[in-house]
């Protein structure tokens, strides 16, 4: 059959599917005599075993060799029962196993025989005839006494052989016993067969000869030879080997043999021998020969050593053909998608399920009135009207009532019922039957992972998206998706009303056993519909009533109707089986009682069961049992046979120490038996490629925990040892960490050659975007996905369980790739239902918030977790760090190309209510433990009795008794003493590991409560008992704590009396006499000396507890309520009843304030950790945060409408608060940090500004330096307002930012993303920014109507453009570095100098354009309308300039030639444009849906691309020509335009080299985005679409495309950046940011992409690791058509203009052009070191004043002296470049300003000579431009333009 149709078979849910769940399993039955080949067995166990499990661990397949006689102290022949249990093993293991499942060695030995465990009874008569004809003596009796006669189900009978007594596992003593005895018997059988043998050979009768020699005459290793062989899949390739051995010079020949039985048993090896080469094929036979030595196979003999070596090879090769062959004859189909092989998986899974309830049900509910029942509702429901709608049906029934039978006999009989049923029009509708037995398998374990597979399942059978584009796995979404199929079957049903439509059958059994998961849907079954369509039938089943599932009231209403809930009331399937069992227990005792208790007809469940359990103890061993079913019994799914004997067969034990189930020790024989003597209460089934062993029923499990795990403590520390199961690499690493300490020097060395090996190779590691390490951690399998985690959680071990698994990422990896996110979303949950953490809380909050994004791509993890933990890492302790460094390793490693976030810009994943519950009543007291894992409450219903409750779960854990006779007034906890942890860890350090203890006894030592009864209790919270009453107060107490360590109960009542008791014996230490009315607040401080009362009689007294003296008295205007003391010691508050909190010192007790902002009476009050802030609840139902030390109200937290906050309680370290108002409990995140906005912290750099310093100067425009533009370096300041523009250098290592808070910011962005500097001046919103193409500067405009240049060395201000009208909506730096071109909101274009803020040209007449609110510049080759304006080409002749309407205006730059603006335009708006490399072409696009090439030159269309659907967004072109593009398979032939398949690269043109066009340009790639959500690869050329790019759920709002054209990067309004392949038109990678993205900027390779966040102040740069693109280094510098000085306007001449022009520029192509000839190579060297990356000349003027070897340097000291020695130098080298004398200068030269091409203006007398020859220069200069323009064919004459 074909993989499809296979496929198909089992997704339809047909139960005759030839396909079901394969283990992936080598399991391989040895077969050889037990002292004969015992090294050899050792060998496939211990060596061969360990080599083949981990070659094939990557293929998920599990290697096993069973071997009978591994620790077994005697013959394993001796027993027959158990013999035939080996041959049961040997089917199992054929049954399952890949390539081979049956090895056979054979040596020198043959024998021993086994006693047949069943005899038919016509031989037993032939066999007893026999005996008396030879005269073998006791024959009779022996045959008689242990072969017992029983009946046969079609009324035969046989023989059975009786279990041996006494048992020979039992001792060696017994098993010699036995054997006796054993000898004796078969002497007989074999004599008698050999004797019928020879009878029916004369008689010719070979084949009862050949039956008889096969039962009573061969050897145990022949038999189970035979055995093999006849159920071997094939004749000829029969997965079968078998090893010879053969000694040289050997033992004596069998003539030499002085026993005739020995000589017969020679005979029959030999024939035994002949036999296995005549049966099997030579490439299944292995013949080895090893030298003869006496004491058989000595692994330390050289010689022996190796035959081991040639035996290991000879069978590791045998074996991995055999498997190779097995795998390519049966593959699996994992080379479909992922998505629909896991629904294949679990409905497979299922299917099976079902198939083995239908074979135990043995048609029990054929015929019946229940199953006719349901046909009836179901065949009417569908055979109903197309507009008739039913409910879905409901069975009923107690545990053990049959009703996964039931549903599994609905789902066989459906086919017969709806296909061939006469009534139905149609009779051949197709039938879809899904199948769910929940709880089953862990993905049916939660609602939400069944959800998810049924949509999945669902959508695939109705030919609709398994996965849709916006799927996400949230509950809500589900919940819609599942709604949305059922009404997708009803409208397929009703649009093809000529063909039956197809019958959904959903079949679910027990709803009860789903586990809820948190979710914002009303109830967790929710999902259910309540009205269906004909087409669409639903049964279910549930063990609960419908009122008592989780259902909404609608649906409780609808189920729990008549024609819809079935009962059945019985628990007969169940019983029966039960009673089976009993009878097969009886059957093996043969005879003998089963128990001591005969079963009564009316017995319970439970007690049967436990009948069952005892009478399974009498046959093997209460240890061996108890063993057993307590494993059973605390797993989730199941556990593999591997893995219950490495539980219960240790391997530390002598060779001569046999396993004894006596001592719950099992061998694979014993395991063996046991577990076929159990089949009845097991169930054996594949699970994730493994064969899983679980109890068959539910209540099975129950009464076995019961009986076998009756502690609370018993549990956990089973848990903790199948927790150590899956986790003993870490265990190992923890045992090698205690060894090294023994030997610290030698690993120190080791270390130290380590790292100088890790160094040597330092340098060859490829750069990755962390360069992290991961610690060596477990390897996750799928097992640790689905069972590891749950034996941690419930061992209570909440340190492992966070280490090793939930927030581990190697496990959050594990659990994404094997399973989905919705089942790592519902083991995050069900972790949360038990632990109250804070690493959890995180590690839950980023995966809910990335789980749309994983859900569509879980390669993302790594990224999302950086994304979500990395701002919190910091001060959440090692575990989420270590768990990020993980996450960057992964990332480091991935070698495919992938989005990896750099820099961090979301707020922490926590909200600000963590979760809440409801209490049955309200609350009038609470008090939580210091870790919030549990919470003591006292409720208005029960005032007298505390209740401890799990703040997790929301659970009643316990109530205090006895009770108070009075309601109680006061209570707390008291925390265990921290020199107890100490040395409790201390000595858990040094003890050997056992299991964990309980939170709670870890958490809190005492709770103390005090009531109107004037008692105070005391209970003891490791035993939860009551430790001791007090009753020394004569008025209700109102008050108490605990003091000195937990030694001391304080406490204070209504007699205005504070006491003091000893907790150790009850005594009064003191009472406290002080107060003149009742003492309302004790309180003691963290150090234990202080104690501070507060009473009604205003008064604060603080007492000193070493002597019980007053210290001080503080006196206040009201009241006192309560008080509390910070944990430092350092204040005390105190509320009093005029809701008034005051804040006092503690040490001398005066007031610092009153903090303010309560509007209601306290109710309770807490200070926090940190000391700084209070919680306090009050009667308006609202929680009060206060900051102390400012005294004011920082937050209000409103939880608990119109009820009192009755309590007030923050966790350990500030992590959660807890409060409790009325009758609901509330925890929220309390960490100061939680819930600020994030501003963009860099990962792995951490500076005092990156995390939040808002050092530096402010933007002010009164203060000096923002006027000047003197602010220092150091002031870095992170953007605290959106951020409005970005744009990133050429090289790609810079990035410079805007903001709506008036900075502009300097990123490096090579290494780790950081602020290189903060730039303040501007006094208005920052609307553009711009990178200079050299590097050197940045230019910035604003909303203040100027554009601002910025010297990037020191970050300061070189000029400043004033002129504009409006706001500056465009810059544009010129390729020369020289000239800016600004235009703003008004269409006015001005270009300027950039050295001096020369305005050199004004261009007036535009059209006004529309300018976005947040403009972002792009990478170079994009150009985005309306968020740029303007582009200038990279000849610095045109410019380019969208005017927001449908035109676009191309302005000439230059006064050469008369030349008019050309306008090109399309039908609408023109939303982007975008100028290629060659500044040949500008691509519009436009709402008109298409974009169109246009010349630069004249404005002529050269091509219109056609194919999006709406608007064009955004568009991108490439700056070299694309590589060869793979060809569409869909697009028809001839489309692909010619000249696509070369790489034609462009060299980049040398500084100052001007090169000519070429005249045929080679292909540009174009890419587009539009708000149809696709981007569109193009041709420019032939304006052919190459591909369309799909993924992106929303419009697109930028697109950039790497240098050569390779990849594309957008970004969308759907959060979301994707990287594609433009060749193949794939997507490579994508990265959801969570925010819609406006813009971004990348390098020439994409290895850098700054991106623009909407409403973001944060800068998110992403790094592409791995990507595909070659990175293009692009021109820095494009020499002008024309010199600045010849743009200038006609003007006055300004004295000393030749000072000027040396101060215009110092980049390195004017030194080298003007002075490099001048000056020596070690200057220029020196020089240009210093100032290639410069552009400030006042840094110039410090650094050549150092230049080495300088005189200068030697002869000035300050700056003004640098600057003015600079400048003569300068003037010295310009008089040799002009061959002629210096000029001379003023006595008093300026030097005012020093900024980098400032216009320091050095004036002389306008009537020297020296400003006619200048003159006379500059005109010989314009003469030979001239001439220059026109050999190039540059056009002169007059122009219109205006020159200001």
């Known amino acids: 059959m074909?993989?499809?149709?296979?496929?198909?078979?089992?997704?339809?849910?047909?139960?005759?599917?030839?396909?079901?769940?394969?283990?992936?399993?080598?399991?391989?039955?040895?077969?050889?005599?037990?002292?004969?080949?015992?090294?050899?067995?050792?060998?496939?166990?211990?060596?061969?075993?360990?080599?083949?499990?981990?070659?094939?661990?990557?293929?998920?397949?599990?290697?096993?060799?069973?071997?009978?006689?591994?620790?077994?102290?005697?013959?394993?022949?001796?027993?027959?029962?158990?013999?035939?249990?080996?041959?049961?093993?040997?089917?199992?293991?054929?049954?399952?196993?890949?390539?081979?499942?049956?090895?056979?060695?054979?040596?020198?030995?043959?024998?021993?025989?086994?006693?047949?465990?069943?005899?038919?009874?016509?031989?037993?008569?032939?066999?007893?005839?026999?005996?008396?004809?030879?005269?073998?003596?006791?024959?009779?009796?022996?045959?008689?006494?242990?072969?017992?006669?029983?009946?046969?189900?079609?009324?035969?009978?046989?023989?059975?052989?009786?279990?041996?007594?006494?048992?020979?596992?039992?001792?060696?003593?017994?098993?010699?016993?036995?054997?006796?005895?054993?000898?004796?018997?078969?002497?007989?059988?074999?004599?008698?067969?050999?004797?019928?043998?020879?009878?029916?050979?004369?008689?010719?009768?070979?084949?009862?000869?050949?039956?008889?020699?096969?039962?009573?005459?061969?050897?145990?290793?022949?038999?189970?030879?035979?055995?093999?062989?006849?159920?071997?899949?094939?004749?000829?390739?029969?997965?079968?080997?078998?090893?010879?051995?053969?000694?040289?010079?050997?033992?004596?020949?069998?003539?030499?043999?002085?026993?005739?039985?020995?000589?017969?048993?020679?005979?029959?090896?030999?024939?035994?021998?002949?036999?296995?080469?005549?049966?099997?094929?030579?490439?299944?036979?292995?013949?080895?020969?090893?030298?003869?030595?006496?004491?058989?196979?000595?692994?330390?003999?050289?010689?022996?050593?190796?035959?081991?070596?040639?035996?290991?090879?000879?069978?590791?090769?045998?074996?991995?053909?055999?498997?190779?062959?097995?795998?390519?004859?049966?593959?699996?189909?994992?080379?479909?998608?992922?998505?629909?092989?896991?629904?294949?998986?679990?409905?497979?899974?299922?299917?099976?399920?079902?198939?083995?309830?239908?074979?135990?049900?043995?048609?029990?509910?054929?015929?019946?009135?229940?199953?006719?029942?349901?046909?009836?509702?179901?065949?009417?429901?569908?055979?109903?009207?197309?507009?008739?709608?039913?409910?879905?049906?409901?069975?009923?029934?107690?545990?053990?009532?049959?009703?996964?039978?039931?549903?599994?006999?609905?789902?066989?009989?459906?086919?017969?019922?709806?296909?061939?049923?006469?009534?139905?029009?149609?009779?051949?509708?197709?039938?879809?039957?899904?199948?769910?037995?929940?709880?089953?398998?862990?993905?049916?374990?939660?609602?939400?992972?069944?959800?998810?597979?049924?949509?999945?399942?669902?959508?695939?059978?109705?030919?609709?998206?398994?996965?849709?584009?916006?799927?996400?796995?949230?509950?809500?979404?589900?919940?819609?998706?599942?709604?949305?199929?059922?009404?997708?079957?009803?409208?397929?049903?009703?649009?093809?009303?000529?063909?039956?439509?197809?019958?959904?059958?959903?079949?679910?059994?027990?709803?009860?056993?789903?586990?809820?998961?948190?979710?914002?849907?009303?109830?967790?079954?929710?999902?259910?519909?309540?009205?269906?369509?004909?087409?669409?039938?639903?049964?279910?089943t549930s063990a609960l009533h419908p009122d008592a599932l989780k259902l909404t009231p609608v649906q409780k209403e609808k189920l729990g109707a008549p024609d819809s809930l079935f009962t059945l009331s019985s628990s007969t399937p169940l019983k029966l089986r039960l009673l089976s069992f009993l009878d097969l227990i009886k059957n093996k005792n043969l005879g003998e009682p089963a128990c001591n208790d005969e079963v009564e007809e009316g017995e319970s469940m439970e007690k049967l069961t436990l009948a069952c359990l005892h009478a399974l103890e009498q046959l093997v061993c209460r240890p061996a049992v108890a063993r057993l079913a307590s494993l059973l019994s605390a797993t989730q799914f199941g556990l593999t046979e591997t893995e219950i004997l490495e539980l219960t067969m240790p391997t530390n034990r002598g060779e001569d120490d046999p396993l004894r189930l006596a001592n719950a020790n099992f061998t694979f024989s014993s395991l063996c038996s046991v577990r076929r003597t159990m089949s009845l209460l097991l169930k054996e089934r594949v699970q994730s490629g493994r064969i899983v062993i679980g109890w068959r029923h539910q209540l099975i499990s129950e009464v076995s925990s019961r009986r076998y795990l009756a502690t609370p403590e018993s549990q956990k520390a089973l848990h903790a040892e199948l927790a150590a199961l899956f986790f003993q690499e870490d265990d190992d690493d923890e045992d090698d960490e205690e060894d090294g300490d023994d030997d610290e020097d030698g690993e120190e060395e080791k270390k130290e050659k380590k790292d100088q090996e890790e160094g040597d190779e330092e340098g060859k590691r490829k750069e990755t975007p962390f360069q992290a390490t991961a610690a060596p951690d477990v390897t996750y399998s799928t097992r640790h996905v689905e069972e590891s985690w749950i034996h941690l959680l419930k061992a209570d071990d909440a340190d492992r369980l966070k280490k090793l698994t939930v927030c581990n990422f190697d496990f959050l990896l594990a659990t994404v790739q094997t399973a989905s996110i919705s089942y790592l979303r519902c083991v995050l949950e069900h972790a949360r239902c038990h632990h109250l953490d804070r690493h959890l809380e995180l590690v839950y909050g980023a995966v809910r918030k990335s789980s749309d994004v994983l859900s569509r791509d879980p390669l993302q993890l790594a990224s999302q977790i950086i994304c979500w933990l990395r701002p919190v890492a910091e001060g959440s302790g090692d575990l989420v760090g270590a768990m990020i460094m993980s996450a960057m390793a992964w990332c480091d490693g991935y070698s495919e190309p992938l989005l990896v976030p750099l820099t961090s810009w979301l707020q922490p994943p926590l909200p600000l209510q963590i979760k809440g519950f409801q209490m049955p009543s309200p609350v009038r007291l609470m008090e939580a433990t210091p870790s919030g894992q549990h919470i003591v409450i006292v409720s208005w219903a029960s005032p007298n009795e505390p209740q401890l409750w799990s703040t997790p779960s929301g659970t009643l854990v316990h109530s205090f008794r006895p009770v108070h006779s009075g309601p109680i007034v006061c209570l707390s906890l008291c925390p265990v003493v921290q020199s107890t942890q100490d040395s409790e860890s201390t000595s858990a350090a040094n003890a050997p590991p056992s299991p964990p203890t309980s939170s709670l006894s870890s958490d809190a030592q005492y709770l103390i409560t005090g009531s109107e009864d004037t008692s105070v209790m005391v209970w003891d919270l490791s035993t939860l008992r009551l430790k001791l009453r007090i009753m020394e107060h004569i008025a209700p107490v109102l008050c108490v704590t605990s003091a000195l360590g937990n030694t001391v109960v304080a406490s204070g009542g209504e007699d205005s009396r504070v006491i003091l008791t000893s907790l150790v014996t009850g005594e009064v230490i003191m009472k406290i006499d002080h107060h003149r009315g009742p003492v309302t607040a004790v309180a003691v401080n963290s150090s234990d000396d202080v104690l501070v009362s507060g009473s009604s009689d205003s008064t604060i007294c603080i007492w000193s507890l070493d002597d019980f003296t007053l210290l001080n008295t503080i006196q206040l205007q009201a009241p006192i309520a309560r008080v509390c003391i910070s944990p430092n010691s350092s204040f005390l508050l105190a509320a009093t009843d005029q809701h008034r909190l005051c804040l006092r010192s503690l040490a001398t007790g005066s007031q610092i304030h009153y903090l303010k902002g309560l509007k209601a009476d306290v109710c309770s009050m807490s200070i926090a950790q940190d000391s700084q802030r209070a919680a306090v609840g009050s009667s308006d139902g609202r929680v009060y945060v206060f900051d102390m030390l400012g005294g004011c109200l920082s937050r209000t937290l409103s939880s608990h409408p119109a009820a009192p906050v009755t309590g007030v309680c923050p966790t350990a370290h500030d992590d959660f608060l807890l409060s409790?108002?009325?009758?609901?409990?509330?925890?929220?995140?309390?960490?100061?940090?939680?819930?600020?906005?994030?501003?963009?912290?860099?990962?792995?750099?951490?500076?005092?500004?990156?995390?939040?310093?808002?050092?530096?100067?402010?933007?002010?425009?009164?203060?000096?330096?923002?006027?000047?533009?003197?602010?220092?370096?150091?002031?870095?300041?992170?953007?605290?307002?959106?951020?409005?523009?970005?744009?990133?250098?050429?090289?790609?290592?810079?990035?410079?930012?805007?903001?709506?808070?008036?900075?502009?910011?300097?990123?490096?962005?090579?290494?780790?993303?950081?602020?290189?500097?903060?730039?303040?001046?501007?006094?208005?919103?920052?609307?553009?920014?711009?990178?200079?193409?050299?590097?050197?500067?940045?230019?910035?405009?604003?909303?203040?109507?100027?554009?601002?240049?910025?010297?990037?060395?020191?970050?300061?201000?070189?000029?400043?453009?004033?002129?504009?009208?409006?706001?500056?909506?465009?810059?544009?730096?010129?390729?020369?570095?020289?000239?800016?071109?600004?235009?703003?909101?008004?269409?006015?274009?001005?270009?300027?100098?950039?050295?001096?803020?020369?305005?050199?040209?004004?261009?007036?007449?535009?059209?006004?354009?529309?300018?976005?609110?947040?403009?972002?510049?792009?990478?170079?080759?994009?150009?985005?309308?309306?968020?740029?304006?303007?582009?200038?080409?990279?000849?610095?002749?045109?410019?380019?300039?969208?005017?927001?309407?449908?035109?676009?205006?191309?302005?000439?730059?230059?006064?050469?030639?008369?030349?008019?603006?050309?306008?090109?335009?399309?039908?609408?708006?023109?939303?982007?444009?975008?100028?290629?490399?060659?500044?040949?072409?500008?691509?519009?696009?436009?709402?008109?849906?298409?974009?169109?090439?246009?010349?630069?030159?004249?404005?002529?269309?050269?091509?219109?691309?056609?194919?999006?659907?709406?608007?064009?967004?955004?568009?991108?072109?490439?700056?070299?020509?694309?590589?060869?593009?793979?060809?569409?398979?869909?697009?028809?032939?001839?489309?692909?335009?010619?000249?696509?398949?070369?790489?034609?690269?462009?060299?980049?043109?040398?500084?100052?080299?001007?090169?000519?066009?070429?005249?045929?340009?080679?292909?540009?790639?174009?890419?587009?985005?539009?708000?149809?959500?696709?981007?569109?690869?193009?041709?420019?050329?032939?304006?052919?679409?190459?591909?369309?790019?799909?993924?992106?759920?929303?419009?697109?709002?930028?697109?950039?495309?790497?240098?050569?054209?390779?990849?594309?990067?957008?970004?969308?309004?759907?959060?979301?950046?994707?990287?594609?392949?433009?060749?193949?038109?794939?997507?490579?990678?994508?990265?959801?940011?969570?925010?819609?993205?406006?813009?971004?900027?990348?390098?020439?390779?994409?290895?850098?992409?700054?991106?623009?966040?909407?409403?973001?102040?944060?800068?998110?740069?992403?790094?592409?690791?791995?990507?595909?693109?070659?990175?293009?280094?692009?021109?820095?510098?494009?020499?002008?058509?024309?010199?600045?000085?010849?743009?200038?306007?006609?003007?006055?001449?300004?004295?000393?203009?030749?000072?000027?022009?040396?101060?215009?520029?110092?980049d390195t192509y004017t030194w080298q052009k003007k002075y490099g000839h001048l000056t020596s190579s070690a200057m220029v060297a020196a020089v240009e070191e210093r100032l290639k990356r410069r552009f400030s000349v006042s840094a110039s003027m410090e650094e050549i004043s150092k230049i080495p070897g300088s005189t200068i340097g030697s002869q000035i000291c300050g700056p003004e002296q640098a600057a003015l020695a600079q400048s003569q130098h300068f003037e010295h080298l310009q008089a040799l470049w002009n061959k002629r004398s210096p000029p001379r200068r003023r006595q008093n030269p300026s030097l005012s300003k020093q900024n980098s091409c400032s216009s320091r203006r050095d004036s002389a007398d306008p009537g020297e000579d020296d400003g006619m020859e200048e003159e006379d220069e500059e005109a010989a200069e314009a003469e030979e431009a001239e001439k220059n323009n026109k050999r190039q064919g540059i056009p002169t004459g007059p122009s219109d333009r205006v020159y200001v």
């Open 2 to 540: 074909e993989v499809e149709e296979m496929l198909q078979e089992v997704l339809r849910g047909s139960l005759k599917a030839s396909r079901w769940p394969a283990a992936r399993v080598v399991k391989i039955f040895v077969a050889s005599t037990r002292n004969d080949l015992a090294e050899e067995r050792r060998q496939l166990l211990e060596v061969i075993g360990p080599e083949l499990q981990a070659e094939y661990e990557h293929k998920g397949l599990e290697v096993e060799f069973v071997d009978m006689h591994y620790g077994v102290g005697y013959d394993i022949t001796l027993d027959g029962q158990l013999f035939a249990d080996h041959l049961h093993e040997i089917s199992e293991c054929r049954r399952y196993s890949k390539g081979c499942f049956f090895i056979c060695l054979v040596g020198d030995e043959y024998l021993p025989r086994p006693l047949p465990a069943k005899i038919l009874s016509s031989d037993m008569v032939a066999l007893k005839g026999a005996a008396k004809e030879l005269s073998l003596p006791n024959a009779e009796e022996l045959l008689s006494t242990w072969y017992i006669p029983k009946a046969t189900e079609d009324g035969g009978e046989y023989y059975q052989l009786r279990r041996p007594k006494p048992d020979p596992e039992v001792s060696d003593e017994m098993a010699a016993e036995w054997t006796e005895i054993k000898e004796s018997i078969e002497n007989i059988l074999v004599s008698g067969a050999k004797h019928l043998i020879e009878k029916a050979e004369q008689q010719q009768d070979t084949k009862t000869a050949n039956i008889l020699r096969h039962t009573f005459v061969h050897s145990a290793v022949e038999q189970q030879f035979s055995h093999a062989t006849s159920i071997s899949p094939s004749a000829t390739k029969p997965a079968i080997l078998a090893v010879v051995r053969d000694f040289e010079n050997g033992p004596p020949s069998p003539a030499d043999e002085p026993n005739s039985l020995q000589k017969a048993n020679r005979a029959l090896l030999k024939s035994f021998r002949d036999r296995i080469g005549a049966t099997l094929p030579s490439e299944n036979r292995l013949y080895l020969t090893a030298k003869w030595k006496s004491g058989g196979i000595d692994p330390e003999s050289e010689e022996h050593e190796l035959y081991l070596y040639r035996f290991r090879c000879s069978i590791k090769e045998h074996l991995r053909v055999m498997i190779s062959k097995a795998l390519d004859e049966d593959p699996d189909m994992k080379g479909r998608n992922k998505t629909i092989m896991e629904v294949f998986e679990e409905a497979a899974c299922h299917l099976a399920m079902c198939r083995e309830h239908l074979k135990d049900s043995n048609g029990r509910w054929t015929g019946t009135p229940e199953l006719e029942h349901l046909k009836a509702a179901l065949v009417g429901a569908a055979n109903a009207g197309p507009t008739v709608r039913h409910a879905p049906i409901l069975i009923h029934g107690p545990p053990g009532s049959g009703k996964s039978s039931l549903l599994s006999s609905v789902a066989q009989a459906a086919e017969e019922w709806f296909a061939n049923d006469e009534s139905t029009p149609q009779p051949h509708r197709q039938l879809l039957r899904v199948v769910r037995f929940c709880g089953n398998t862990p993905r049916s374990a939660y609602s939400l992972e069944v959800l998810r597979l049924l949509c999945q399942h669902l959508a695939i059978l109705l030919h609709t998206e398994f996965l849709p584009k916006d799927a996400s796995f949230d509950p809500l979404y589900l919940n819609t998706w599942f709604q949305s199929l059922v009404r997708r079957a009803e409208t397929a049903a009703q649009t093809q009303p000529q063909w039956p439509p197809p019958l959904l059958l959903v079949l679910i059994d027990d709803l009860h056993g789903l586990q809820p998961t948190e979710s914002d849907i009303v109830a967790a079954l929710s999902w259910l519909p309540i009205s269906l369509p004909p087409n669409v039938l639903l049964v279910a």
């Open 1220 to 1706: 409790a108002g009325g009758n609901k409990m509330s925890v929220w995140s309390f960490r100061p940090r939680d819930g600020l906005p994030n501003m963009g912290t860099p990962l792995g750099v951490f500076s005092a500004a990156a995390r939040g310093g808002l050092g530096g100067v402010a933007a002010d425009p009164e203060n000096q330096n923002a006027r000047t533009g003197k602010a220092a370096m150091a002031a870095q300041r992170p953007h605290d307002a959106p951020i409005t523009c970005v744009d990133i250098s050429r090289d790609g290592t810079m990035a410079v930012t805007g903001s709506v808070d008036c900075l502009v910011n300097v990123w490096s962005v090579r290494t780790t993303p950081e602020v290189h500097c903060t730039l303040e001046g501007h006094t208005a919103p920052v609307s553009v920014v711009a990178f200079a193409p050299s590097g050197l500067f940045a230019v910035s405009g604003s909303e203040d109507r100027t554009a601002r240049v910025w010297g990037l060395t020191l970050g300061l201000l070189v000029s400043c453009f004033r002129g504009h009208g409006s706001t500056i909506t465009s810059v544009a730096v010129m390729m020369d570095s020289r000239r800016v071109a600004t235009s703003d909101r008004s269409g006015v274009l001005m270009v300027w100098a950039a050295d001096s803020g020369a305005l050199l040209l004004s261009l007036t007449g535009m059209v006004p354009g529309v300018t976005s609110p947040n403009p972002v510049p792009s990478a170079p080759g994009v150009t985005n309308v309306p968020k740029l304006q303007l582009a200038v080409t990279s000849d610095m002749r045109y410019a380019v300039s969208g005017s927001g309407d449908n035109s676009l205006r191309i302005s000439r730059l230059t006064k050469e030639k008369e030349e008019r603006d050309v306008t090109v335009s399309h039908s609408e708006e023109i939303t982007c444009f975008v100028l290629t490399a060659d500044s040949r072409h500008v691509i519009t696009g436009s709402k008109d849906a298409s974009l169109k090439v246009w010349q630069v030159a004249g404005g002529k269309l050269a091509q219109v691309l056609v194919g999006h659907s709406d608007h064009v967004t955004c568009v991108a072109v490439s700056i070299q020509p694309p590589p060869s593009l793979v060809p569409d398979p869909n697009r028809p032939p001839g489309l692909l335009p010619r000249g696509l398949t070369t790489n034609i690269p462009v060299a980049p043109a040398a500084i100052g080299e001007k090169v000519a066009p070429p005249e045929a340009p080679p292909p540009v790639l174009v890419v587009s985005g539009a708000r149809d959500a696709s981007l569109i690869v193009w041709d420019m050329a032939t304006g052919a679409d190459l591909r369309t790019l799909s993924g992106h759920l929303a419009f697109i709002t930028c697109v950039a495309v790497a240098a050569d054209g390779t990849i594309a990067v957008s970004g969308s309004e759907d959060k979301s950046v994707m990287v594609w392949d433009t060749r193949r038109g794939l997507p490579l990678s994508s990265l959801s940011m969570h925010a819609p993205i406006l813009g971004l900027c990348m390098s020439t390779d994409a290895a850098r992409i700054v991106l623009h966040l909407q409403d973001c102040a944060a800068v998110p740069v992403a790094c592409l690791h791995n990507t595909p693109a070659t990175y293009v280094k692009l021109p820095a510098y494009v020499q002008p058509a024309k010199e600045i000085e010849d743009l200038r306007p006609s003007a006055p001449k300004r004295p000393m203009r030749r000072l000027l022009k040396k101060e215009v520029s110092l």
